[in-house]
């Protein structure tokens, strides 16, 4: 019986817009929300998905009251695997 050989695993390479959301995301400790990233920023809304999919980022839901009836507010934050591919 021959023996199972893990292969090196690759590391991703993150393209610029990426990398640029994930810095920001790492300099706002509650998160930023989705409107802020894409109306502010001009990021893709396929490409913060494609963040979320593949685990470099997370999104937490809040409710919130400003002076009225409960909000939902939904914030993206930055996963340590986020941080780990910002240092490789």
Do not use: N, Y
């Not at 809040?62 to 993206?76: D, T, W």
């Amino acid at each position: 019986m021959r023996a199972l050989q893990s292969r090196p695993s690759k590391k991703r390479h993150l393209g610029p817009e990426c990398h640029q959301a994930l810095q920001l995301l790492a300099r706002s400790p509650r998160g930023a929300t989705e409107d802020m990233l894409v109306l502010g920023h001009g990021f893709s809304r396929d490409m913060l998905a494609m963040l979320v999919l593949a685990g470099l980022a997370t999104v937490v839901t809040e409710m919130l009251r400003a002076g009225g009836p409960m909000i939902k507010v939904e914030r993206m934050q930055i996963t340590d695997a986020g941080r780990r591919a910002l240092e490789g």
